[in-house]
């Protein structure tokens, strides 16, 4: 499976955008990037995927670079609730059961 | 609409037992997925089933296995714990089988302590 790297952690404050970096360079044609997040003491929530073209949903949206090669959640007004880790994942129709996490970036909220 | 159960919330078992966590998936999901997360660490898949039989597994050992029922739900069965085993398991259900594109819906996992 292609690979994501993501930045460990990262800080917003209340009611700012917050742009969360993914890269996978070796980002295959069919591969979908998805995103979730999980916040403390909780299962992981799925937010958002996409294949070639921007997503927006009601939770974020989800800009991807032209070659693919990396893309960039947006979580439009950060809030307090948005405080978790929040994973990149590459899947591949037909070949990927699994998620396959990393580490993912922890997202603080300050007031 | 129901989402993703899972049950017991917490359990401390003694190194050498067995364990049984139970799942039920989110209403209308024909697959379930394991996953295990140690503390601090991203979740690891552990086994997929889908329609009553396992479609995939991650590099977990054979004392690691599972089950499927009509209705969809899913056990967890880990034999001869040991103390690494001691994580948060983690359910989730989608749609799909081994489609890689549909989304995983997880519930809210169950703390195993092994002591």
């Known amino acids: 499976d292609a690979k994501t790297t993501q930045p460990n952690s990262m800080e917003s404050n209340e009611e700012e955008p917050v742009h969360l970096p993914c890269n996978h360079s070796?980002?295959?044609?069919?591969?979908?990037i998805h995103w979730y997040r999980q916040l403390p003491s909780q299962g992981p929530e799925y937010v958002i995927h996409?294949?070639?073209s921007n997503v927006n949903n009601r939770m974020a949206s989800l800009a991807i670079a032209e070659d693919r090669k990396s893309s960039t959640l947006i979580l439009h007004r950060a809030t307090l609730r948005d405080a978790a880790v929040y994973y990149c994942?590459?899947?591949?129709?037909?070949?990927?059961?699994?998620?396959?996490f990393g580490k993912g970036t922890s997202l603080l909220v300050t007031p | 609409e129901t989402g993703v159960t899972q049950s017991p919330t917490h359990l401390i078992k003694t190194r050498g037992q067995q364990v049984t966590l139970r799942c039920s998936s989110q209403?209308?999901?024909?697959?379930v997925s394991w996953y295990q997360q140690a503390l601090g660490q991203g979740p690891q898949f552990i086994f997929q089933?889908?329609?009553?039989?396992?479609?995939g597994r991650g590099n977990f050992p054979p004392r690691f296995s599972g089950l499927q029922f009509p209705n969809y739900s899913s056990e967890l069965n880990v034999n001869a714990l040991e103390l690494d085993d001691s994580a948060l398991y983690l359910c989730?259900?989608?749609?799909?089988?081994?489609?890689?594109?549909?989304?995983?819906?997880f519930g809210p996992g169950t703390r195993l302590t092994v002591t």
């Open positions: 209403s209308g999901h024909n697959t």
């Open positions: 089933y889908y329609r009553e039989e396992e479609n």
């Open positions: 996409g294949l070639t």
């Open positions: 994942i590459l899947r591949r129709p037909n070949s990927g059961y699994a998620l396959n």
């Open positions: 989730a259900s989608s749609l799909g089988g081994g489609q890689g594109i549909y989304e995983q819906y």
């Open positions: 070796t980002i295959s044609g069919t591969d979908y």
